[in-house]
């Protein structure tokens, strides 16, 4: 069902607004054209005004001057009737183009440069009579009306009273030779232009802001209108919900995957898990590539276990690692040196793994700035010092698993 004008009620939008402007719908002021080309010949008519009357002067006496000749062969006188007349039109060449350029520019003052040729298109809308109808009838179509006979009364009330003013210089020219006639009335016809532009003037001070608020009162929306566009510009929400879950599964796959390639898993001990890569030949600092909280971490802990990754749970450096490092970043400055302990802690295990002999030692106690643990030291649990997971050998040499302790 078409909506009314009455559910528009919503600005339009900017990408509503160059739609229509690239199908030609542009604010523009008829009265500020007409006042660029009226105003450009009162400013040419003031300055040029005596050698304009001199050159036609020039025309019309030449025009009416005959000969024997042109009188013994009526036929040479349409040859020169179209030579006088070209002169005529070279003469008054400069004054219609100044004028056509001035009123081009008044239009692109108003709204601006648009080139288009969609409003060329035919339109079945706009040989439609009921929708003629409409647009005759519209608020828009009557305020132009009742504009323009506004202006065509006062034009017409002003070139009165200019007339009854100045009737008896109008009746002098007739007295007056040729050449001065000419110069006295473009004088007067000077002074008649001068009111007509600055009654055009007012009227264009007006209709400018006039046709701009006109054309954004037809191009206010609808709440449907808003929300198709914002469907369009934005896509739809549901899909790009369902989208954006999507690839938060599949970046959690791609993640949980490298668990198994991880060196350590550090711990918090349940509600964070980070796990670190370290290879010194590809990589210039320890990179964590699985981090996650809750379930996630549980998750995290489970597939070390099964992968026999070592997990450690050290509270201040799992909760740091967690908030100031993403996944496939290398690990901050600051934290190089509490990551080096247990690395190197990882590599000593894997050396007593490898020669066939219980780790000794504990665990170390990597020390983390207050400033990187979110939890500002709150804990006070240092970290545990555990053995690793899933059946790795303690110092004692015996495979052993363990239970996370609660903090």
Same mark, same amino acid.
């Given at each position: 069902?078409?909506?009314?004008?009455?559910?528009?009620?919503?600005?339009?939008?900017?990408?509503?607004?160059?739609?229509?402007?690239?199908?030609?719908?542009?604010?523009?002021?008829?009265?500020?054209?007409?006042?660029?080309?009226?105003?450009?010949?009162?400013?040419?008519?003031?300055?040029?005004?005596?050698?304009?009357?001199?050159?036609?002067?020039? #025309?019309?006496?030449? %025009? @009416?001057?005959?000969? /024997?000749?042109? =009188? *013994?062969?009526? &036929?040479?006188?349409?040859?020169? !009737?179209?030579?006088?007349?070209?002169?005529?039109?070279?003469?008054?060449?400069?004054?219609?183009?100044?004028?056509?350029?001035?009123?081009?520019?008044?239009?692109?003052?108003?709204?601006?440069?648009?080139?288009?040729?969609?409003?060329?298109?035919?339109?079945?809308?706009?040989?439609?009579?009921?929708?003629?109808?409409?647009?005759?009838?519209?608020?828009?179509?009557?305020?132009?009306?009742?504009?323009?006979?506004?202006?065509?009364?006062?034009?017409?009330?002003?070139?009165?009273?200019?007339?009854?003013?100045?009737?008896?210089?109008?009746?002098?020219?007739?007295?007056?030779?040729?050449?001065?006639?000419?110069?006295?009335?473009?004088? #007067?016809?000077?002074? %008649? @232009?001068?009111?007509? /532009?600055?009654? =055009? *003037?007012?009227? &264009?001070?007006?209709?400018?802001? !006039?046709?701009?608020?006109?054309?954004?009162?037809?191009?206010?929306?609808?709440?449907?209108?808003?929300?198709?566009?914002?469907?369009?510009?934005?896509?739809?929400?549901?899909?790009?919900?369902?989208?954006?879950?999507?690839?938060?599964?599949?970046?959690?796959?791609?993640?949980?995957?490298?668990?198994?390639?991880?060196?350590?898993?550090?711990?918090?001990?349940?509600?964070?898990?980070?796990?670190?890569?370290?290879?010194?030949?590809?990589?210039?600092?320890?990179?964590?590539?699985?981090?996650?909280?809750?379930?996630?971490?549980?998750?995290?802990?489970?597939?070390?276990?099964?992968?026999?990754?070592?997990?450690?749970?050290?509270?201040? #450096?799992?909760?740091?690692?967690?908030?100031?490092?993403?996944?496939?970043?290398?690990?901050? &400055?600051?934290?190089?040196?509490?990551?080096?302990?247990?690395?190197?802690?990882?590599?000593?295990?894997?050396?007593?793994?490898?020669?066939?002999?219980?780790?000794?030692?504990?665990?170390?106690?990597?020390?983390?700035?207050?400033?990187?643990?979110?939890?500002?030291?709150?804990?006070?649990?240092?970290?545990?010092?555990?053995?690793?997971?899933?059946?790795?050998?303690?110092?004692?040499?015996?495979?052993?698993?363990?239970?996370?302790?609660?903090?």
């Amino acid at each position: 069902m078409a909506e009314s004008a009455q559910d528009r009620k919503l600005p339009a939008t900017q990408r509503k607004i160059d739609k229509s402007r690239a199908d030609g719908q542009v604010a523009r002021s008829r009265d500020l054209g007409h006042l660029g080309a009226i105003g450009l010949g009162v400013a040419l008519l003031a300055f040029s005004a005596r050698p304009f009357a001199d050159e036609a002067g020039v #025309l019309l006496r030449a %025009g @009416l001057r005959f000969d /024997a000749a042109s =009188l *013994a062969d009526p &036929a040479s006188m349409v040859h020169r !009737l179209a030579e006088m007349g070209l002169q005529m039109l070279v003469l008054l060449a400069p004054l219609f183009g100044a004028v056509w350029l001035v009123a081009l520019g008044a239009g692109v003052l108003c709204g601006g440069w648009n080139f288009t040729l969609k409003a060329l298109m035919p339109s079945f809308s706009k040989i439609d009579p009921i929708s003629g109808l409409g647009r005759v009838f519209s608020v828009d179509q009557l305020t132009n009306t009742l504009k323009a006979c506004l202006l065509a009364v006062l034009m017409g009330a002003i070139g009165a009273v200019y007339l009854g003013q100045h009737w008896m210089q109008h009746v002098e020219l007739l007295a007056m030779p040729l050449p001065a006639a000419l110069a006295a009335g473009a004088d #007067l016809v000077l002074g %008649g @232009l001068l009111l007509i /532009a600055g009654l =055009l *003037a007012a009227f &264009a001070l007006v209709d400018v802001p !006039l046709q701009r608020h006109m054309l954004l009162r037809r191009l206010r929306m609808s709440i449907e209108e808003m929300k198709k566009e914002f469907k369009e510009v934005e896509g739809n929400v549901e899909v790009k919900g369902r989208l954006k879950q999507r690839m938060r599964e599949l970046a959690s796959r791609r993640m949980l995957a490298a668990v198994p390639l991880a060196d350590l898993v550090v711990m918090n001990p349940s509600h964070y898990a980070v796990a670190l890569k370290y290879d010194e030949k590809t990589m210039a600092a320890p990179k964590v590539v699985a981090k996650g909280a809750d379930l996630l971490a549980l998750k995290i802990r489970d597939l070390a276990r099964d992968a026999k990754v070592p997990v450690l749970q050290a509270p201040p #450096l799992a909760r740091a690692l967690y908030a100031h490092t993403e996944v496939d970043q290398e690990v901050p &400055a600051r934290l190089f040196s509490a990551v080096a302990q247990v690395l190197a802690w990882v590599y000593q295990l894997r050396d007593a793994m490898a020669a066939g002999r219980g780790m000794a030692g504990l665990a170390p106690v990597p020390e983390v700035p207050a400033d990187m643990d979110p939890a500002n030291g709150r804990e006070g649990l240092p970290a545990q010092r555990l053995a690793p997971e899933a059946g790795l050998p303690l110092a004692s040499g015996r495979p052993t698993t363990r239970q996370e302790p609660e903090l």
